[in-house]
Nanobody
Framework: QVQLVESGGGLVQAGGSLRLSCAASGRTFSSYAMGWFRQAPGKEREFVATISWKGDRTYYADSVKGRFTISRDNAKNTNHLQLNGLKPEDTAVYYC???????????????????WGQGTQVTVSS
């Protein structure tokens, strides 16, 4: 059974930092793109960041560019999202996602991902 488990969320003051982790089990994702999305209350789930299977290509939503950094450790079947300079508008549940398409270098759409974690809450106070 494939599982993606996020961790590292929490409550932080504006300007603070968090490091989210996504641990995959049940299969290896070392040859597939992975990404992060988030969903704030009353809003649709939105793209945050994605990384190619090699880790050599990344892409970010404009709203987080320069503040968030995605990385991956294929040997450990994990990826991470470093969140710096957090703002109250970053408050959301953050979801890790993994693709099952070996042709996908990285994806920004929800439908490009086949596996999802349960999410981890990030709350930024002003």
């Amino acid at each position: 059974q494939v599982q993606l488990v996020e961790s590292g969320g929490g409550l932080v003051q504006a300007g603070g930092s968090l490091r989210l982790s996504c641990a995959a089990s049940g299969r290896t994702f070392s040859s597939y793109a992975m990404g992060w999305f988030r969903q704030a209350p009353g809003k649709e789930r939105e793209f945050v960041a994605t990384i190619s299977w090699k880790g050599d290509r990344t892409y970010y939503a404009d709203s987080v560019k320069g503040r968030f950094t995605i990385s991956r450790d294929n040997a450990k079947n994990t990826n991470h999202l470093q969140l710096n300079g957090l703002k109250p508008e970053d408050t959301a549940v953050y979801y890790c996602a993994a693709s099952n398409d070996p042709q996908l270098h990285f994806g920004v759409r929800l439908d490009e991902y086949d596996y999802w974690g349960q999410g981890t809450q990030v709350t930024v106070s002003s």
